[in-house]
């Protein structure tokens, strides 16, 4: 009997009852499968995901942003009559540093409807959602002439505000429910559940093909697949291994999880993935990550918090499944822009990215704290110089090729470097990419030397952090502003023919000025001191020391550029480079303390916006705590719309960009065990375009 978790879900009592079937069918590897999956000594952990289970329903999780998106009964709101139960929401909660969720908030104000929403997935850039609703008329429960409410599958699109534009897939039917839909990794495919006719019993598993702007016919996945039980919650790995649950299949009770080889669907026996993924109850939902290491699961087995739990689980030695099924081959070949010639001995370093082009990780940025024209402070991260790198992945051989592995639907920064050449970011991503990839990437060759300089104390010969340096150059009109790091270190490229005048000033010191001269033709580096004179009377250690900057407790750093959804809690996908910012910086300091307080706009009514900016500052924490920040050194309160940067208050007309000021969060410092020299960068905050987003 399929269990009352899928009839709470589908609402379609006269289909969702009991089903005979007919023989267990015996569940036997073949070949491929013995390639595929042997268990052997592989250890499988698994673990309740406390923070979201309750004592209804959570279930059918999928990969989103930082998290997951899942089901869940709705919070308060009307009775199902059929069920006895809440309708059900999609919910998103961030998953922390070790890939545990974090406490979770409504996933979208517009998708959430007063009806069921269901399983849920994305396509490889996150911008289009496919999601499973109850069948509905401008927002009114529709039943058909069997007085059954359906379901369908849905799609929306990302906006600035909110997920836009929901139309209904065109393979629906008022009469027979379509739900649990599944997107291969290169988009093309789209698996689903459906107890439509010409079926081999209940629900069956279908796919169809995205032929440019429309849907093939569904196809049914055959009888390898499909029996007189039930097949449902499909979800496809990379393109070609789908997970499903049965109750048609045998195994160990109920629904359980198994998977096949789409390619060989016609012969490829399904296999069960036992204990612990499977239990003798319901386990559906299923969903690995990428590297075959990770992934959730939904069940009704003994021991949980209620009806329908989530657990995660983990391999704890090597892969669930045998197969690299996410990596692609990879040749790169440097070429030199100008002449179209392949370029050796570059080296070259693989960075994954968002899809702004944002580098993940910590070890491509430096923290700099900057003012802005209001005199904040605010948090930003920049590149680090070529020589903080470290190792590239690899260098291009004498053919300028060089060759890797890359992940499936990832993006990627290529970092290219060579002496005499400009210093190249290629972005790239695999999404959608199948088989062997070629790529070409161009260099320019530098015409201009880079000036290795460095800014000194002429008595002491120390150097002299934070300078602020203006160069200015024979070959043209232009002044070029430069500050030095926390060493007095400086780089400039000054151009083939041109003589550069580097002068230095910092308080307490008699400005300092020097020539240089790049002769024509030459590109190999320069060197060059600037050596300033303290004045008379004055402490020459106070004043290296002033100017830069100190970070202490009571301090308050103003995050302009995390981006909201208006009337939402969550961080838009990308837009959280501050945050990452602030955590590298709290990572460097573990003394550091902080409160987060967060400020609406003036739109919406007070209250709300006060509850609206408590939720804001929660999330936020919990990014933080994602990345591995520790709960308790954070503290989070919301102030609403009581304290404005700029005129827009009730009443006032407002652009997007004037509101989008005031919607910001402030880290105030609590704590720290000694003040921090900070740099003052000097090129303001950066600017993150919310249309992206």
């Not at 020391?545 to 995390?562: F, M, P, Q, T, Y």
């Not at 969550?570 to 902080?594: F, T, V």
């Not at 309160?637 to 005031?662: A, L």
């Amino acid at each position: 009997m399929i269990r009352n978790f899928v009839k709470s879900l589908i609402v379609v009592v006269s289909i969702l009852t009991a089903f005979a079937l007919n023989a267990q069918q015996e569940t036997s590897k073949s070949k491929s499968s013995d390639k595929l999956y042997e268990r052997g000594n592989k250890v499988i952990l698994m673990n309740n995901a406390a923070r979201l289970n309750s004592k209804g329903m959570e279930t059918s999780p999928s990969y989103y942003n930082n998290g997951i998106v899942y089901v869940g009964e709705k919070k308060n709101g009307p009775i199902d009559r059929k069920t006895g139960t809440r309708y059900y929401d999609l919910f998103y909660a961030e998953l922390d540093k070790s890939g545990v969720p974090l406490p979770p908030d409504k996933f979208s104000q517009f998708i959430n409807s007063p009806y069921n929403e269901g399983a849920a997935c994305f396509n490889g850039i996150q911008d289009i959602v496919y999601f499973t609703s109850n069948n509905q008329l401008n927002g009114i429960l529709k039943s058909n002439k069997d007085k059954v409410s359906t379901l369908k599958i849905y799609q929306a699109q990302k906006s600035t505000d909110d997920w836009v534009n929901i139309q209904e897939l065109p393979f629906n039917s008022d009469n027979f429910s379509t739900a649990h839909p599944s997107l291969s990794s290169d988009g093309t495919k789209l698996y689903f559940s459906s107890n439509r006719p010409g079926g081999f019993g209940g629900m069956d598993i279908y796919v169809v093909e995205k032929l440019g702007d429309r849907w093939s016919a569904p196809k049914n996945m055959g009888a390898k697949i499909n029996t007189t039980g039930n097949e449902v919650f499909p979800f496809i790995y990379g393109n070609d291994i789908l997970f499903f649950s049965s109750n048609g299949l045998g195994g160990l009770g109920d629904l359980d999880v198994f998977f096949t080889d789409v390619n060989q669907s016609e012969t490829f026996q399904p296999v069960n993935l036992e204990e612990p993924i499977n239990s003798t109850k319901d386990d559906v939902g299923f969903i690995l990550s990428k590297d075959g290491k990770k992934g959730f699961i939904g069940s009704r087995r003994t021991g949980g918090s209620g009806e329908d739990d989530i657990y995660s689980f983990e391999v704890q030695n090597g892969t669930l499944l045998n197969v690299d099924a996410q990596k692609l081959d990879m040749t790169l070949t440097v070429v030199d822009e100008a002449t179209g010639k392949e370029v050796p001995g570059v080296a070259i370093y693989l960075l994954k990215a968002d899809k702004t082009g944002s580098v993940e990780g910590d070890d491509f940025y430096d923290v700099e704290l900057v003012h802005d024209n209001d005199k904040n402070m605010q948090i930003q991260l920049s590149r680090k110089k070529t020589m903080d790198l470290g190792t590239p992945n690899g260098f291009s051989d004498e053919r300028g090729f060089m060759q890797a592995n890359l992940e499936m639907e990832q993006n990627y920064v290529f970092f290219l470097n060579k002496q005499g050449y400009d210093i190249k970011e290629h972005f790239y991503t695999t999404q959608g990419k199948k088989g062997r990839i070629d790529i070409k990437v161009p260099i320019k060759i530098k015409n201009c030397a880079t000036v290795s300089g460095i800014v000194t104390n002429q008595k002491t010969h120390s150097p002299i952090p934070f300078a602020d340096l203006k160069i200015s150059r024979s070959c043209s009109a232009e002044v070029t502003p430069l500050k030095a790091d926390a060493n007095g270190v400086f780089e400039y490229c000054l151009p083939a023919g041109c003589t550069g005048t580097f002068k230095a000033d910092k308080e307490g010191y008699i400005q300092g000025l020097i020539n240089l001269t790049n002769p024509k033709g030459n590109k190999d580096p320069l060197k060059a001191e600037i050596m300033l004179l303290a004045f008379d009377n004055t402490p020459t250690k106070k004043i290296e020391s002033e100017g830069s900057g100190k970070l202490a407790k009571g301090s308050v750093i103003v995050l302009e550029n995390i981006y909201y959804d208006f009337n939402k809690a969550l961080i838009r996908a990308g837009a959280a480079q501050e945050l990452d910012a602030l955590y590298k910086l709290m990572e460097q300091y573990p003394s550091m303390k902080i409160e987060l307080v967060a400020h609406t706009d003036s739109r919406g009514e007070k209250a709300y916006n006060l509850e609206l900016s408590e939720q804001r500052a929660i999330s936020a924490k919990n990014y933080l705590i994602s990345k591995g920040i520790s709960g308790d050194r954070i503290t989070s309160k919301g102030m609403g719309e009581s304290q404005p940067r700029n005129k827009c208050i009730d009443g006032v007309n407002c652009t997007e960009e004037e509101f989008q000021y005031n919607r910001r969060t402030e880290v105030k410092i609590l704590s720290l065990d000694a003040p921090i020299d900070v740099r003052y960068g000097t090129k303001g905050p950066e600017v993150i375009d919310p249309k992206k987003f």
